[in-house]
Protein backbone atom coordinates (compact mmCIF):
# COMPACT_ATOMS: atom_id res chain seq x y z
CA UNK A 1 0.00 0.00 0.00
CA UNK A 2 0.85 3.38 -0.99
CA UNK A 3 1.28 5.93 1.93
CA UNK A 4 -0.38 8.94 2.23
CA UNK A 5 2.04 12.10 2.57
CA UNK A 6 1.67 14.45 5.70
CA UNK A 7 0.87 17.66 5.36
CA UNK A 8 3.92 20.11 5.11
CA UNK A 9 4.41 22.35 8.44
CA UNK A 10 6.01 26.00 9.06
CA UNK A 11 6.70 28.79 5.88
CA UNK A 12 5.84 26.13 3.71
CA UNK A 13 2.11 25.38 4.71
CA UNK A 14 1.31 29.11 5.21
CA UNK A 15 2.50 29.35 1.51
CA UNK A 16 0.48 26.64 0.50
CA UNK A 17 -2.61 27.67 1.99
CA UNK A 18 -4.32 31.69 1.01
CA UNK A 19 -7.23 31.47 3.34
CA UNK A 20 -4.43 32.16 6.18
CA UNK A 21 -2.49 35.24 4.59
CA UNK A 22 -6.39 36.63 4.07
CA UNK A 23 -7.17 36.10 7.87
CA UNK A 24 -4.43 37.38 8.83
CA UNK A 25 -5.02 40.74 6.66
CA UNK A 26 -8.46 41.03 8.25
CA UNK A 27 -7.25 40.97 11.73
CA UNK A 28 -4.54 43.90 10.98
CA UNK A 29 -7.27 45.44 9.27
CA UNK A 30 -9.88 45.28 12.27
CA UNK A 31 -6.85 46.31 14.64
CA UNK A 32 -5.75 49.04 13.12
CA UNK A 33 -9.77 50.02 13.05
CA UNK A 34 -9.64 49.66 16.93
CA UNK A 35 -6.45 51.98 17.04
CA UNK A 36 -8.04 54.55 14.81
CA UNK A 37 -11.40 54.50 16.81
CA UNK A 38 -9.52 54.89 20.26
CA UNK A 39 -7.52 57.71 19.13
CA UNK A 40 -10.86 59.82 17.55
CA UNK A 41 -12.50 59.40 21.19
CA UNK A 42 -9.65 60.64 23.31
CA UNK A 43 -10.26 64.15 21.59
CA UNK A 44 -12.04 66.33 23.67
CA UNK A 45 -15.32 67.01 22.10
CA UNK A 46 -17.38 70.80 22.14
CA UNK A 47 -20.27 70.05 24.35
CA UNK A 48 -23.66 69.92 22.50
CA UNK A 49 -25.26 73.22 22.31
CA UNK A 50 -21.92 75.09 23.07
CA UNK A 51 -21.01 77.48 19.86
CA UNK A 52 -17.45 77.41 18.31
CA UNK A 53 -15.42 80.22 19.05
CA UNK A 54 -15.80 83.32 17.02
CA UNK A 55 -12.99 84.29 14.87
CA UNK A 56 -11.44 87.30 15.46
CA UNK A 57 -13.16 90.22 13.08
CA UNK A 58 -10.41 92.40 11.66
CA UNK A 59 -10.74 95.93 12.34
CA UNK A 60 -12.35 98.25 9.06
CA UNK A 61 -9.67 99.65 7.09
CA UNK A 62 -10.67 103.42 6.83
CA UNK A 63 -9.51 104.55 3.26
CA UNK A 64 -7.74 107.77 3.34
CA UNK A 65 -10.28 110.61 2.65
CA UNK A 66 -8.59 113.27 -0.01
CA UNK A 67 -6.58 115.59 1.25
CA UNK A 68 -8.07 119.20 2.05
CA UNK A 69 -7.00 122.12 1.59
CA UNK A 70 -6.68 124.37 4.72
CA UNK A 71 -5.97 128.03 4.43
CA UNK A 72 -2.93 129.29 5.22
CA UNK A 73 -3.31 132.10 7.91
CA UNK A 74 -2.84 136.03 6.36
CA UNK A 75 0.46 137.32 7.13
CA UNK A 76 -0.86 140.15 10.18
CA UNK A 77 0.69 143.55 8.77
CA UNK A 78 1.94 146.51 10.62
CA UNK A 79 -1.44 148.01 12.22
CA UNK A 80 -3.92 146.01 10.88
CA UNK A 81 -6.47 144.06 13.13
CA UNK A 82 -7.79 140.43 12.12
CA UNK A 83 -11.77 141.91 12.38
CA UNK A 84 -10.67 145.21 10.67
CA UNK A 85 -12.07 145.94 6.97
CA UNK A 86 -9.81 148.82 5.50
CA UNK A 87 -6.07 149.61 5.67
CA UNK A 88 -4.29 151.94 7.68
CA UNK A 89 -3.38 155.30 6.62
CA UNK A 90 0.18 154.10 5.52
CA UNK A 91 -0.94 151.21 3.49
CA UNK A 92 -3.70 153.20 2.15
CA UNK A 93 -1.23 156.59 1.22
CA UNK A 94 0.91 153.52 -0.59
CA UNK A 95 -1.84 151.95 -1.94
CA UNK A 96 -2.85 154.22 -4.44
CA UNK A 97 -5.99 157.41 -3.18
CA UNK A 98 -7.17 159.34 -5.56
CA UNK A 99 -5.10 162.11 -4.27
CA UNK A 100 -1.54 160.48 -4.07
CA UNK A 101 -2.29 160.48 -8.37
CA UNK A 102 -1.12 163.59 -10.08
CA UNK A 103 -3.63 163.62 -12.58
CA UNK A 104 -6.12 163.94 -9.65
CA UNK A 105 -7.30 166.83 -8.09
CA UNK A 106 -8.22 167.34 -4.09
CA UNK A 107 -11.77 166.84 -5.11
CA UNK A 108 -11.34 163.59 -6.59
CA UNK A 109 -11.94 164.75 -10.41
CA UNK A 110 -9.35 164.67 -12.77
CA UNK A 111 -7.64 167.66 -13.76
CA UNK A 112 -6.50 168.30 -17.48
CA UNK A 113 -2.50 168.25 -18.28
CA UNK A 114 -1.47 169.99 -20.64
CA UNK A 115 0.94 168.76 -23.13
CA UNK A 116 4.45 171.00 -23.03
CA UNK A 117 4.94 172.49 -26.69
CA UNK A 118 8.34 171.92 -26.62
CA UNK A 119 10.46 168.93 -26.84
CA UNK A 120 12.72 167.62 -24.16
CA UNK A 121 15.57 169.11 -25.43
CA UNK A 122 14.38 172.63 -25.45
CA UNK A 123 13.37 172.30 -29.17
CA UNK A 124 9.89 173.66 -29.80
CA UNK A 125 7.69 170.58 -30.71
CA UNK A 126 6.50 171.90 -34.20
CA UNK A 127 9.01 174.29 -36.16
CA UNK A 128 7.71 176.42 -39.12
CA UNK A 129 9.39 178.68 -41.95
CA UNK A 130 7.85 181.27 -43.98
CA UNK A 131 8.21 181.74 -47.29
CA UNK A 132 6.87 183.48 -50.31
CA UNK A 133 5.95 181.12 -53.22
CA UNK A 134 4.70 183.63 -55.90
CA UNK A 135 4.10 187.09 -56.69
CA UNK A 136 2.19 188.62 -59.05
CA UNK A 137 0.17 191.68 -59.06
CA UNK A 138 -2.17 192.20 -56.52
CA UNK A 139 -1.03 189.68 -54.38
CA UNK A 140 1.22 186.80 -53.38
CA UNK A 141 1.42 183.00 -52.37
CA UNK A 142 3.11 182.33 -49.12
CA UNK A 143 3.70 178.76 -47.46
CA UNK A 144 4.55 177.88 -43.56
CA UNK A 145 6.64 174.57 -43.75
CA UNK A 146 6.14 172.86 -40.74
CA UNK A 147 8.20 169.82 -38.96
CA UNK A 148 6.77 167.29 -35.90
CA UNK A 149 10.35 167.80 -34.20
CA UNK A 150 9.06 165.94 -31.27
CA UNK A 151 8.52 161.77 -30.92
CA UNK A 152 5.16 161.51 -31.03
CA UNK A 153 2.13 162.19 -33.66
CA UNK A 154 1.32 165.79 -33.00
CA UNK A 155 -1.34 168.77 -34.35
CA UNK A 156 -0.90 171.77 -35.22
CA UNK A 157 -2.02 175.51 -35.34
CA UNK A 158 -0.64 178.61 -37.90
CA UNK A 159 -1.02 182.27 -37.06
CA UNK A 160 -0.63 184.79 -39.45
CA UNK A 161 -1.42 188.39 -39.38
CA UNK A 162 -0.65 191.46 -42.05
CA UNK A 163 -1.47 195.06 -42.50
CA UNK A 164 -4.10 195.36 -44.36
CA UNK A 165 -5.13 192.85 -47.03
CA UNK A 166 -7.57 189.84 -47.50
CA UNK A 167 -7.31 186.15 -47.15
CA UNK A 168 -8.70 184.40 -50.70
CA UNK A 169 -8.14 180.68 -49.45
CA UNK A 170 -5.62 178.36 -47.56
CA UNK A 171 -5.15 175.05 -48.31
CA UNK A 172 -2.62 172.07 -47.04
CA UNK A 173 -0.38 170.27 -49.68
CA UNK A 174 -1.26 166.08 -49.86
CA UNK A 175 -3.25 165.97 -46.42
CA UNK A 176 -6.77 166.40 -45.35
CA UNK A 177 -7.58 170.01 -45.02
CA UNK A 178 -8.12 171.72 -41.48
CA UNK A 179 -10.28 174.73 -39.69
CA UNK A 180 -9.76 178.14 -41.08
CA UNK A 181 -10.74 180.96 -38.52
CA UNK A 182 -10.38 184.61 -40.14
CA UNK A 183 -10.04 187.77 -37.87
CA UNK A 184 -9.19 191.42 -39.09
CA UNK A 185 -5.99 191.58 -39.12
CA UNK A 186 -5.61 187.87 -40.68
CA UNK A 187 -6.46 184.26 -40.07
CA UNK A 188 -5.70 180.95 -37.77
CA UNK A 189 -5.49 177.73 -39.59
CA UNK A 190 -6.02 174.44 -37.40
CA UNK A 191 -4.69 171.37 -38.87
CA UNK A 192 -7.58 168.36 -39.57
CA UNK A 193 -4.91 165.66 -39.09
CA UNK A 194 -2.03 164.68 -37.13
CA UNK A 195 1.84 165.17 -37.80
CA UNK A 196 4.10 161.69 -37.71
CA UNK A 197 7.34 161.74 -35.67
CA UNK A 198 10.13 163.81 -38.33
CA UNK A 199 6.99 164.15 -40.34
CA UNK A 200 6.74 167.62 -42.56
CA UNK A 201 3.71 169.41 -43.67
CA UNK A 202 2.64 172.85 -45.76
CA UNK A 203 0.59 175.22 -45.51
CA UNK A 204 -0.03 177.11 -48.55
CA UNK A 205 -2.27 180.50 -48.69
CA UNK A 206 -3.38 183.27 -51.42
CA UNK A 207 -3.40 186.95 -49.87
CA UNK A 208 -4.76 189.95 -52.08
CA UNK A 209 -3.95 193.42 -51.29
CA UNK A 210 -1.57 192.98 -48.29
CA UNK A 211 2.53 192.51 -47.99
CA UNK A 212 4.19 189.27 -48.37
CA UNK A 213 6.17 190.01 -45.14
CA UNK A 214 3.33 189.20 -42.00
CA UNK A 215 3.69 191.18 -38.80
CA UNK A 216 3.02 187.75 -36.94
CA UNK A 217 3.55 184.13 -37.74
CA UNK A 218 3.24 181.33 -35.01
CA UNK A 219 3.21 177.54 -35.02
CA UNK A 220 2.12 176.91 -31.86
CA UNK A 221 2.36 180.48 -30.26
CA UNK A 222 5.80 179.68 -31.46
CA UNK A 223 7.81 182.50 -33.83
CA UNK A 224 8.05 181.24 -37.27
CA UNK A 225 11.50 181.29 -39.42
CA UNK A 226 12.50 182.93 -42.48
CA UNK A 227 10.89 186.44 -41.43
Known sequence: MRRVPRPPHGPVAIATSPWIVV???????????????????GRSPAPDGA???ALPV??????????TSVASPVPALPGISGRASGLPPSAAATSGSPSADPTVGSSGRPTATRSPSRASSGQPAMTGRYRVVQSFDGGFIGEVAMVNASARSRGWTVRLEFSGGRLVTAWVEGVPQGTIRESDDGFTYVSGVEVSPGGSVSLRFHMERASSTPRECTVDEVRCGGL
Open 23 to 41: GAGVVVMVVLLFVALGAYR
Open 51 to 53: RPP
Open 58 to 67: PSAVVAPSAP
